[in-house]
């Protein structure tokens, strides 16, 4: 279970939940079992993303019982990577472990990652050697990938997970992030290019059901590629200029016809078809700009990428031991949440 110099470091596991209250206990039972002779100090971030199924009261009970784990409330639903973004700006060690709340990513697997992580990488993924979801859940998976590898621009986004261990440092980087839309895979590219990968295991879920669906894999597809690269803009660069070229040889078509016959070409439906075509590509590509648009407003808003509620953690007198813990909310948190030292 150990790892080469594992001892002398620090680590900070931090994990979005999400109406998982039926998991959380197990889920803190083999991450002490696998971090206690892993690490020389260690906590757990408990980020509760308002699931409302009383996940939070189950995380204070953990608060409560354990010095190491400190619990965040969102004020709402903002999603997987606002939570993320959250608990990585709350870590306190120099290296964050994030994984999922429903016990897919085995806590066993972490070892492997710090291995690979002490090679001298930054960002280590734990990709799955199978995962364990549905097929429209992961060819929605997969297209996500896709959209990520160009909004990237980094080969290792095929292999990116929810199971990753990058050096804290990182998130320097985005500090200043304070966007609604966030993807924290995108985010850690903006501090290193040393991303590396282990193939680990992907266990079946066994309690509750997966919250992501096509439709949200896709709708996050869409705003990390408009949200973090030019790419849409390019494309409707591309399709003006293909277009325009078209547009010249229905011109030269029409003259070619005009000279060779004396006439004009003859037909509704062809004038039609054109006006069709190029209307369609006009407001396509005015779709797009909208859409960058809108995320300008949005920024111009000010609107924080989360908000937090209440913080759970141990008191630091009781640091080490086993005593009663301190719930106390947070006064806001727009770019990081209040109280504290900067989402995949």
Same mark, same amino acid.
């Given at each position: 279970?150990?790892?080469?110099?594992?001892?002398?470091?620090s680590l900070s596991v931090v994990v979005p939940v999400y109406r998982s209250r039926g998991?959380?206990?197990?889920?803190?039972?083999?991450?002490?079992?696998?971090?206690?002779?892993?690490?020389?100090?260690?906590?757990?971030?408990?980020?509760?993303?308002?699931?409302?199924?009383?996940?939070?009261?189950?995380?204070?009970?953990?608060?409560?019982?354990?010095?190491? &784990?400190?619990?965040?409330?969102?004020?709402?639903?903002?999603?997987?990577?606002?939570?993320l973004l959250c608990g990585i700006r709350a870590a306190r060690f120099d290296i964050v472990?994030?994984?999922?709340?429903?016990?897919?990513?085995?806590?066993?697997?972490?070892?492997?990652?710090?291995?690979?992580?002490?090679?001298?990488?930054?960002?280590?993924?734990?990709?799955?050697?199978?995962?364990?979801?549905?097929?429209?859940?992961?060819?929605?998976?997969?297209?996500?990938?896709?959209?990520?590898?160009?909004?990237m621009g980094a080969s290792i986004a095929r292999r990116v997970s929810a199971f990753r261990?990058?050096?804290?440092?990182?998130?320097?980087?985005?500090?200043?992030?304070?966007?609604?839309? &966030?993807?924290?895979?995108?985010?850690?590219?903006?501090?290193?290019?040393?991303?590396?990968?282990?193939?680990?295991?992907?266990?079946?879920?066994?309690?509750?059901?997966?919250?992501?669906?096509?439709?949200?894999?896709?709708?996050?597809?869409?705003?990390?590629?408009?949200?973090?690269?030019?790419?849409?803009?390019?494309?409707?660069?591309?399709?003006?200029?293909?277009?325009?070229?078209?547009?010249?040889?229905?011109?030269?078509? &029409?003259?070619?016809?005009?000279?060779?016959?004396?006439?004009?070409?003859?037909?509704?439906?062809?004038?039609?078809?054109?006006?069709?075509?190029?209307?369609?590509?006009?407001?396509?590509?005015?779709?797009?700009?909208?859409?960058?648009?809108?995320?300008?407003?949005?920024?111009?808003?000010?609107?924080?990428?989360?908000?937090?509620?209440?913080?759970?953690?141990?008191?630091?007198?009781?640091?080490?031991?086993?005593?009663?813990?301190?719930?106390?909310?947070?006064?806001?948190?727009?770019?990081?949440?209040?109280?504290?030292?900067?989402?995949?």
């Amino acid at each position: 279970m150990s790892a080469p110099a594992g001892r002398a470091r620090s680590l900070s596991v931090v994990v979005p939940v999400y109406r998982s209250r039926g998991t959380l206990n197990e889920l803190h039972r083999r991450l002490e079992n696998v971090l206690v002779p892993l690490v020389h100090d260690f906590e757990i971030v408990f980020v509760e993303d308002c699931g409302g199924d009383g996940s939070w009261e189950t995380i204070r009970e953990l608060v409560e019982t354990h010095a190491r &784990v400190r619990g965040i409330r969102l004020s709402r639903n903002y999603g997987q990577h606002n939570a993320l973004l959250c608990g990585i700006r709350a870590a306190r060690f120099d290296i964050v472990v994030t994984l999922d709340d429903d016990l897919q990513n085995p806590p066993e697997e972490i070892p492997r990652l710090l291995r690979k992580l002490d090679e001298g990488y930054d960002v280590v993924y734990g990709t799955p050697e199978r995962e364990q979801h549905g097929l429209f859940r992961n060819l929605a998976s997969q297209v996500t990938k896709f959209v990520l590898q160009n909004a990237m621009g980094a080969s290792i986004a095929r292999r990116v997970s929810a199971f990753r261990a990058f050096r804290t440092h990182l998130r320097n980087a985005f500090v200043n992030y304070h966007g609604p839309y &966030v993807s924290i895979d995108v985010l850690l590219t903006w501090g290193t290019t040393r991303f590396a990968y282990v193939v680990v295991a992907h266990d079946p879920r066994t309690v509750g059901a997966s919250n992501y669906t096509m439709r949200k894999l896709i709708t996050h597809a869409l705003n990390m590629v408009t949200g973090f690269s030019t790419g849409p803009l390019q494309l409707a660069s591309i399709i003006g200029f293909s277009f325009t070229l078209v547009g010249f040889l229905a011109l030269a078509y &029409v003259l070619g016809v005009y000279f060779v016959n004396g006439g004009s070409v003859p037909g509704f439906a062809f004038l039609a078809s054109m006006i069709a075509i190029f209307a369609g590509a006009q407001l396509f590509a005015l779709g797009i700009i909208g859409e960058y648009l809108s995320r300008m407003h949005f920024r111009s808003m000010d609107r924080p990428p989360y908000v937090v509620l209440d913080e759970a953690m141990a008191d630091a007198r009781a640091a080490g031991s086993q005593q009663d813990a301190v719930i106390s909310p947070s006064k806001s948190a727009a770019g990081g949440p209040a109280g504290y030292a900067s989402g995949p």
